[in-house]
Nanobody, 124 residues
Framework: QLQLVESGGGLVQSGGSLRLSCTAS????????IGWFRQAPGKEREGVSC????????KYSDSVKGRFTISRDNAKNTVYLQMNSLKAEDTAVYYC?????????????????GGQGTQVTVSS
């Protein structure tokens, strides 16, 4: 069964850092574009960052630009989201998704596989 698994979430104080990981069983992530999305209580899911196949293209939402960094480690079949200078408004469930198209896009509907999410809570 193809499945993505997110990990690395937790409770952190404002200004702190977390590194989220996205791994997969039955799926070689190096052949997919990977997107990170988040959903806060009462809000719609939004795109946070994405990386194309090969890592040549990365994108960040305006709200996280300069604070978050997405990267790939194909040897570990893992995509990371390094989150620095966290703010209370970053509190959300974070999800990763994989797109066969290989394109770094914002629409979650263009991704083929997703995970169950990991909770990130930033205390102010």
């Amino acid at each position: 069964q193809l499945q993505l698994v997110e990990s690395g979430g937790g409770l952190v104080q404002s200004g702190g850092s977390l590194r989220l990981s996205c791994t997969a069983s039955g799926l070689a992530l190096e052949y997919y574009a990977i997107g990170w999305f988040r959903q806060a209580p009462g809000k719609e899911r939004e795109g946070v960052s994405c990386v194309s196949i090969g890592g040549g293209i990365t994108k960040y939402s305006d709200s996280v630009k300069g604070r978050f960094t997405i990267s790939r480690d194909n040897a570990k079949n893992t995509v990371y989201l390094q989150m620095n200078s966290l703010k209370a408004e970053d509190t959300a469930v974070y999800y990763c998704a994989a797109a066969r198209s290989g394109l770094c896009v914002w629409s979650q509907y263009l991704y083929d596989y997703g995970g169950q999410g990991t909770q990130v809570t930033v205390s102010s």
